[in-house]
């Protein structure tokens, strides 16, 4: 019987393996694999399953992740107009992730309005310096950008992603 048990951990163990990198399949070390929705659907967190944005039960913190992996996606627009119906649109994850979407679609100085807004909220946010740095690049405005890498190596360090993403970003525009 100990021999038959040893030979089903084997299998088991390796389900349990792969399951592991599954669940981490979409980039993001610190969460779930979430599924894609589709347009007009948010992934709720407590669900496990795509519900209709407009729910009332859907909380502000699932809105907010979504409209960020949306954004990510190249679907900017959706991603706004999902932010436009939190409860509370006035965080610092919300305004980064406004900054974000709108800085993708072109309106760079109307997403350094939003970044802005959410550095003031919460100073120590390094992701959202690392993309008010990125706008800065966008500008031309180096100077301003070089500000925004020494703030976030003063809250993460010169190792941390949003550092080293930033500081590409300055390498590469003094290239050009």
């Known amino acids: 019987m100990t021999i038959r048990f040893a030979w089903l951990s084997a299998p088991l163990l390796l389900v349990a393996a792969l399951s592991s990198c599954l669940v981490l399949a979409d980039g993001d070390d610190d969460a779930p694999a979430k599924p894609e929705c589709p347009k007009g659907q948010v992934y709720d ?6 519900v209709l944005q407009t729910s009332s039960l859907l909380p502000d913190a699932d809105r907010t992740d979504y409209a960020y992996r949306l954004a990510k996606d190249g679907r900017y627009e959706e991603a ?3 932010l436009d119906t939190l409860k509370n649109p006035n965080t610092a994850k919300a305004l980064n992730y406004r900054g974000y979407a709108t800085r993708k679609l072109g ?5 350094i309005g939003y970044y802005l807004q959410s550095v003031k909220l919460d100073p120590q946010y390094a992701q959202v310096r690392e993309y008010l740095g990125e706008a800065y690049v966008i500008k031309g405005r180096l100077d301003l950008a070089q500000e925004q890498l020494q703030q976030i190596k003063a809250i993460c360090g010169s190792t941390c ?3 080293q993403d930033l500081a ?4 590469a525009s003094s290239k050009t």
């Open 168 to 171: 590409a970003a300055i390498n």
């Open 80 to 82: 706004l107009a999902l």
């Open 45 to 50: 967190s407590t669900l496990k399953q795509c």
């Open 161 to 163: 992603e949003e550092y």
């Open 107 to 111: 309106r760079t100085d109307e997403g």
